[in-house]
């Protein structure tokens, strides 16, 4: 490590041969939610444990301890603009943060990059501490130098970070005020793989008041000027984006970048191979960007996923993560695999959900040390090359569900990896407050999960997927979800039909599914919270306890066992005239439902209720359909295998999308 410092009041930026990879941001709006992602004022440390100790709490569900948060008032700062922070004397303030922080790691394994170098430029004396971490959270001094003001610069190298670690810096007010001017991390240019562009791709329904607000923010950053060629909003609604009156400012600012292209409702992964069938034709962009309709994005994140992509190795797919639009400091998706046994999605082994960075910032949080490398990233901001597109083909033409996970376990096949990036994100509405699978999208949960599985699972019949796939049929129909059963039926029928129906009723599916719910009491949501009459329990449970999850595989089995002998009784005439009880959306489980015969359940976003009516005749019904069905599928299995993977380069191809495409044309005028 070399540290250098230039003349006071030097404003040089990187040189002709290095790159600047990621700069040290401020909130856009100073909102104080977001603060605790760029700035940490706390001067937290990790609690380092043993190995042992600390996959013990993990286990235990315990990560780290909470840190009081402190305001920039209270510490003596002020942000002044984008980039530039001023501090009172006397003052501190560390940038171990998820925005500001270098990511070393990430850049010692998928990239050649040896060496990074950190430029801090201030506007008055004071003192800078450069810190690294390794992956077990362990925080080291690298440097500590007293600048008069200028541009100090420090080589750091990258070898010590093998299986985790960052670099950042701490700067103290130590006499009299001073300023943050700029500070960045550059990398030599010698190791750059391509000087990449994106093209990006928004795929909208019906939010165009959200998909303005990402035009307007990403022609706003003159930085992102030279990155994006063109900006591909797929509108798949009836409330068109370009009659939001904002429309039209959004479309003087970008000028010919933006590309406004309508079709009828294809889903997610057909508005997006559409942006990627767009960005294959101009034959102008190296990457394409996919971002959803609905999200805010930090621009900066997207100025640092194409530089990382540009840098590594092999062409990578660059994922940024998802912080929640609801609680903003609050990282919902970090690193994502797909359980290849279960065909399963989740977090990678040793990561949280809902990790809160204001109350654990990152140097108090030793996990987030670690690098955790992930099998896909979703799709609400990913960069994927231009190469991966020739090379494997466009999305699954599924229209939603297992659309971004299966891509990238294809793209991983042709020896294309996903890296999950730090300091890129978008920030989304999370899934918490969402059961997408007991709504309409159950039928593309199940479908496309047995799709993905029979595209990519190593395992004989699938391994556990069909048991499990049955197992949960029957949780729903104990808990009183027909409606979701008999979606997840249809899925299974027209998945046993072969790939043929994939491109024929993308468009069209939505539709039917939705008729096919409504007949269903529990489907029908009414937002009326006097729709139903005070509930009436006309018999007292069994001691006097209410139903409990079940603690142990035996209990598990006797439970449901009993739940499953009480749907074959007749349903209590009085049940049907006053509901029983009202279950919260949080306690409507099989092992609570099974034990009644009708109930008012909350929704899952708490917005309205439905009437859940026990039926014997569809439980008996639905579950003998269940059993056939997985009977067939397992006894198939081989050759469906065979068929959907001898056609999957075909389904997939952009001549095929775009017989889709043309299809589900829209007029204009409508």
Known sequence: MTATATTAGSTAHAAADRRIVHRVVLPTDSDPDTLPLYVDFTQARAQVLTEQAQRKREAAGVFDDPVLAISPHDA???????????????????????????????????????????????????????YKSNARGHAQRVEMVASDGGASEFDLPLAPFGDGGWYWFDLLASDGPVRLVRAEWTVSAAHERVTGTASVGITTFNRPDYCVDQLLTMGADRSLDGVIDRIYVVDQGNQRVKDEPRFAQAAEVLGDRLAYLRQGNLGGSGGFSRAMAETLAASESDYVLLLDDDVVSEPEGILRAVAFANFCRIPTIVGGHMFSMHEKSVLHAYAERVNRYSFWWGPAAGTKEGHDFG???????????????????????????????????????????????????????????????????????????????????????????????????????????????????????????????????????????????????????????????VKHTDAVVTKDPAAYPITRRHRPPSKGR????????????????????????????????????????????????????????????????????????????????????????????????????????????PDQWKATFAANGVDEDD
């Open 546 to 653: 209410d139903p409990e999850r079940p603690t142990n595989p035996v209990s598990f089995v006797i439970g449901a066992a009993v739940g499953a002998l009480r749907q074959l009784r007749p349903v209590r005439d009085e049940a049907l005239a006053i509901p029983e009880e009202r279950v919260a959306s949080m306690a409507a489980k099989w092992w609570r439902l099974s034990q009644i015969d009708s109930a008012v359940v909350t929704s899952a976003d708490g917005t309205g209720v439905s009437l859940y009516v026990r039926d014997r005749e569809l439980f008996s019904a639905y579950l003998r359909r269940s059993l056939n069905l997985h009977r067939k599928a397992i006894a198939r299995w081989d050759d469906l295998q065979a068929e959907y993977r001898g056609a999957l380069d075909s389904f997939t191809s």
């Open 359 to 517: 109350s654990y910032p990152l140097r108090a949080t030793t996990w987030l040390h670690r690098r955790h490398d992930g099998d896909y990233n979703g799709w609400w901001m990913c960069l994927i090359p231009t190469h991966a597109l020739r090379e494997v083909g466009l999305s699954l033409p599924v229209f939603i569900k297992w659309d971004d996970s299966e891509y990238a376990l294809r793209a991983g096949a042709h020896g294309i990896p996903t890296v999950s990036l730090p300091g890129a994100a978008v920030w989304h509405v999370p899934w918490t407050d969402k059961d997408d699978s007991i709504d309409w999208q159950a039928y593309y949960h199940q479908r496309n999960r047995w799709l993905a599985a029979l595209l990519h699972s190593p395992y004989k019949r699938g391994g556990v997927l069909p048991r499990a796939s049955f197992t949960s049929d029957v949780k729903h129909l104990l808990s009183l979800q027909y409606s979701a059963v008999e979606l997840r039926l249809k899925a299974l029928e027209e998945l046993l039909e072969g790939p043929d129906h994939l491109h024929r009723t993308i468009g069209t599916t939505l539709g039917e599914v939705r008729s096919m719910r």
């Open 76 to 130: 003596g700062a002020t942000l002044v603009s984008r980039r530039a922070l001023a501090l009172e004397d006397g003052s501190h303030v560390s940038f171990a943060t998820y925005f500001n922080a270098f990511p070393a790691s990430y850049w010692r394994r998928w990239t050649d990059v040896d060496t990074v170098r950190l430029v801090v430029e201030l506007s008055g004396p004071a003192t800078l501490v450069v």
